[in-house]
């Protein structure tokens, strides 16, 4: 059972997460569309070693990713596929 409805609104909310120092990367993601989408990215990669924040931006279907050292490309984009959504690169 999904939390969207057809409007694109979404029953779910998240907290923003604190700044964090770090190496923070820019990724575009698809597939992404409420407040659901948002939690479970916001967990899915911040479960990974060495990230310290996330953010997602439903908007503009980017994702920023603060890590203690240069991200793992490859460990982001299977988190990301594994929680049904497509990593399509780093944004520009």
């Given amino acids: 059972m999904s939390c969207c409805t057809p409007d694109g609104t979404c ?3 998240t907290a923003e997460a604190p700044a964090t120092e770090g190496v923070t990367t820019v990724y575009d993601v698809s597939g992404m569309t409420c407040g659901h989408c948002k939690a479970t ?3 899915e990669i911040g479960a990974l070693d ?3 924040a ?3 931006d439903l ?3 980017r994702v920023a990713v603060t890590t203690a050292a240069e991200p793992d490309d490859a460990s982001l984009a299977r988190a990301v596929d594994d929680a049904g959504y497509e990593l399509t690169g780093r944004a520009v």
């Fill in 11 to 13: 029953s779910t909310t």
């Fill in 54 to 56: 996330v953010d997602v």
């Fill in 41 to 43: 990215l916001t967990e």
């Fill in 50 to 52: 060495g990230v310290l």
């Fill in 59 to 61: 908007e503009s279907g």
